[in-house]
Structure formats: structure tokens, C-alpha cells
């Protein structure tokens, strides 16, 4: 069974640190680029950050850069997001997802391109 499960989110108040973790199975780790996407209320889904496993490429979205670390584990078939100097504004639903490598090349990471999405955890920062 393919499958991504996250863990790692909770509450935190502005200017601290999560991690969140995605833990993969039933598929090639190293075919796909996994990431995060995140969802407020009442707002669309953003990508946030990927990474592929294959070359290390990366993608961040503008808002998170120089706060926010991905990195993965392909020995443990897991990728991790650190968070750091959260923000109220970074208070959303955070979803796991994997996609063709070929989406971080490209600057494609959209929701509408991912092929397996994670079950969401969520992330409250306090002001």
C-alpha cells in the first residue's frame, strides 16, 4: 500500500520550532520528490518545500526561505521539515506528498501534480 505519514505537528508560539516528519512506503523513496504542502482556513493549498532524494534538489516557497530546513532520510524511507522562527502566519494544516522529481526542475510543485498525499497534521502558531 502506498502511503505517507505525517507526524510532528502541534502548538507553538511565534518565534519557535517544529519538525514535522513524513515517513514513505510501498514505493521507490528515491523515484519521487516528497514534500509539503499546507493548507489555512479558508485559503488554497501552497507548496511549501520538496526535496528528491535522487540529486538533493530542493524547492522552497518564497515565504518560508531562511526559516524552514527539508532534508531526507532515505535509510529510514523519511523526510523531515524543520521549522524554525514560526510564524502566526505559518498556522495551517500541513500535508506530506510525493511527486515526479521533475517538479522541483521545474518549479511544478502544485498540488494538482502530486500522486499520493499524507493524511495532514496540524501546525498553530500563537501570537
Known amino acids: 500500500e502506498v502511503q505517507l505519514v505525517e507526524s510532528g505537528g502541534g502548538l507553538v508560539q511565534a518565534g519557535g520550532s517544529l519538525r514535522l516528519s513524513c515517513a514513505a512506503s510501498?514505493?521507490?523513496?528515491?523515484?519521487?520528490?516528497i514534500g509539503w504542502f499546507r493548507q489555512a482556513p479558508g485559503k488554497e493549498r501552497e507548496g511549501v518545500s520538496a526535496i528528491s532524494s535522487k540529486d538533493g534538489s530542493t524547492f522552497y516557497t518564497d515565504s518560508v526561505k531562511g526559516r524552514f530546513t527539508i532534508a531526507s532520510d532515505s535509510a529510514k524511507n523519511t523526510v523531515f521539515l524543520q521549522m524554525n522562527s514560526l510564524k502566526p502566519e505559518d498556522t495551517a494544516v500541513y500535508y506530506c506528498a510525493a511527486g515526479v522529481p521533475e517538479l522541483i526542475l521545474f518549479s511544478l510543485w502544485v498540488s494538482s501534480r502530486v500522486e499520493v498525499w499524507g493524511q495532514g497534521t496540524l501546525v498553530t502558531v500563537s501570537a
Open positions: 510501498g514505493f521507490t523513496f528515491d523515484d519521487y520528490a
